[in-house]
């Protein structure tokens, strides 16, 4: 797991390190990490270092002088070292001091945009974990005058550290170099941030506030059978999904939950001849009542909103099994919250909301914070709360939350949901503990995505055809 850690812990930290550390060292070693960075994408870009143009962008604040000292060291490489003061009066003096002595040079903020527009490399020390609110409309100027490609000072600014939301003119970075820790906006607003390269500065943090699932955690969590399981230790899954007129949402998520594991999957429901059709494997029926035992179920895909889905959906929260409720389930949860009357307390719920199922939830859209609403929505339904967005988020009622950050945006796509339940359905049913499966299930989904997309759209089915390649590509990274 990759920890994450919001900026007031951050900052605690780093008082703590600073009161034992010698005066100025952090920020040395921060920015000399910075200066390897930018000399590394200078040689990237341009072909060399030396005599090349880097124009820092400077704010009031020790973000500021990371860059100036980062700017020194890159003096010291024959590179010709700008620096554009956003309010001189307030810059870091040892950096400013040190940044003139090396031979930098200070230009004024009317100046600037043409010492960025020649640059070629921007660094943006604008902001780093004490930013709060929009950029101020200065430094917003000057970003309309970016087209290098830009370096950004432990985040980019005008994305909000904590929550990765921007509002306003932000700066999209190539690469952003961090310092001591993630924090949020990292995993949250990957789009923003380029490739994020942490950088370790002595910090010493406890308990993480957020986490990722790195590859290798996915590739622990996923059931593997070993030589005396059967297709029932496996797990077997229960799919409640779609209808006669719709029947595609139960050949997805039924599939999906075919290929996730090697446990049985079961359908109930008015697309069984269909499902039996696209999944000989499965075993369908017309109705959850007669579906047999299974050990946990998604419901909701395509079932509809109306008394016969509300029924189907009481049914299998009576069950005393895991439920992966989804689409339909979750709005019916939301305009008939008495159906959960029918859960055993005991059992897990995953709940898969997209923005406006969750509006529906949680009587709110998510808003900014979608790691808070995650929290809010668990914790007042007693549930993993999957939120979909372009970073999914998972939090469970007793304050674990993950993200996961996708590799691109091709998930976002009809169907791509049901293919989704279909992964969380499986894991529960192989008794993962649910925040696990619904983040593992995130992880396959989203790298199932990039490779059927590869650069170009993809559909529902082709994220369904690529779980097998996904799922190799997990456990090759760790066997
Ligand atoms: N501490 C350490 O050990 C280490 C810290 N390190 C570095 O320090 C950074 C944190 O530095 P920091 O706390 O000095 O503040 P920072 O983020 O530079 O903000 C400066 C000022 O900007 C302003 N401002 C606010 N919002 C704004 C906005 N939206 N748009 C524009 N301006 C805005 C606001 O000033 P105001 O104008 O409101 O008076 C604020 O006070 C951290 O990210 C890392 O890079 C590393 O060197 C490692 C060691
Ligand atoms: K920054």
Redo the contacts with the bound molecule.
Sequence with gaps: MQGIWT?ER??AA??R??AV?PDGE??R???FALAVHAAEMLAEHTGSVSGRRVTLLV?????????L?AGAFLRRRNVAVSAIL??PE?A?GPGLAALKRSGGKVVSLEDGPQWIRRADLVVD????????????P???ALLEHVSAPVLA???P??VD?DTGAVDGPAVVADRTV???ALKPVHALAPASCGEVSLVD?G?RLSEPDLQRLDTADVAAAWPVPGPDDDKYSQGVVGVAAGSATYPGAAVLAAGAAVRATSGLVRYAGHAADVVRGQWPEVIATGSVTDAGRVQAWVVGPGIGTGHEGREVLRFVLGRGVPVCADADATTIIARSPDVLDARDPDTPLVLTPHAGEFERLMGSPPGADRVAAARAAARKYDAVVLLKGHCTVVAAPDGRALVNTPRGSWLATAGSGDVLSGLVGALLAAGLDPWLAAGAAAHVHSLAGSLAADGAPTSASGILGAIPDALRSVRSLTS
């Design positions: 900026t951050i900052r780093e008082d390190l600073l550390t952090l920020m070693r921060a920015a704010g009031s604040g020790n973000n500021g002088g990371d860059a000292w956003l309010k307030r870091h020390g604008i902001v780093g974990i004490s930013a709060r609110g929009p950029l101020r200065d430094a917003a000072v432990d985040l600014s005008g550290p961090t310092f001591g500065i910090l």
